[in-house]
Each structure stands twice: as structure tokens, then as C-alpha cells.
């Protein structure tokens, strides 16, 4: 049966996971990013967490309201993380210089293989979509997902903001 979900699923998708493999493996090196850059993934994915779950599940508050505990309680627990060593912000350039982490890469992956397992598994079982345990388990999963990746983004943020706070304004 696996075989057969892999053989029907949509080129695209796998186009789409190649696209999400490479931007989870740029995220494995030490790079320098925007501000704008730093906010985008974590927003970009976030999204597609959400979509996930409406697409599945459709707009059913129980399961948006998972969703939305999941991703504050996950993103509470990042917040208190602290960034990782080496992490910098110049505030001249706006830009971050972020050391490399697998992390990103698990979360991408993670998002896309529940997604796509959620998928197929509502493809032949559609009665699952109507499962309050099935539902709820996902939301809150697919919220998860995007309170780490929200929460990593604002930790930059953090940073950024708390630079711009010690560093003295320049008199003429």
C-alpha cells in the first residue's frame, strides 16, 4: 500500500520536498541572514503548519485552539533556550551571523513528513478526518512545529532589539 501512495502522489510534492531539503541543509552552515530573511522562514513555516492543519482538518475551533496551545507552549519552552554560541548581530548591516543546527532541518522535514503522512492516511482512511483524537493529536503536532520555529525567529529578534538598546545613539 505504501508503494502504491508513493507511486500516486503528485510530482510536485516531491519537487517541493527537494526545495525544503535544500533550504533545511543551507541552514547546516554558518551563514549571515537579514533581519527580513530571519523573520521570513520561521513566518513562511508557521504558515505552511496552519495550512496543514486547515487543509486536514478544516477550521473546526477545537482542533485551530490545539493547534494554537501547542505552538505557545513549545514556542514558551524555545524562549527560554538561549541562542546558540556564536550567534551575532551587527547592527550596522541588520544581519545575524546564525551558526549552523540541524534543527531547522528536522523541523522542515518534520512539518513535511506529517503533512504528507497525514495526507495519505486521511486518502484511505477519510474517516479519520472526523476522529477528535486523530485531529487534535495533529493540530497539536502541526502547532508544535510552528511554535519552535516562531519562537527561534523571535529569539533573533530578541537579540537584535536588546543590541539596538545598549548601543549608544550617535550625536552629531
Sequence with gaps: ML?????????????????????????????????????????????????GTVSAFGTAPQVLLAWLVAGVLTGALVLQRPLPPGTRFDAASRCFTVPGSAVPLVLIVGIFVVKYGVGATLAVQPALAHSADFRLAFGALYGAFSGVFAARGFRLWRLALRHEQNTPALVS
Excluded: C, D, E, K
Design 3 to 51: 508503494a502504491q501512495i508513493i507511486i500516486h502522489t503528485p510530482l510536485w510534492v516531491w519537487g517541493l520536498l527537494l526545495a525544503l531539503l535544500a533550504l533545511g541543509l543551507n541552514q547546516m552552515f554558518t551563514r549571515t541572514v537579514t533581519l527580513r530573511r530571519s523573520t521570513l522562514l520561521p513566518l513562511i513555516m508557521v504558515a505552511l503548519s496552519l495550512n
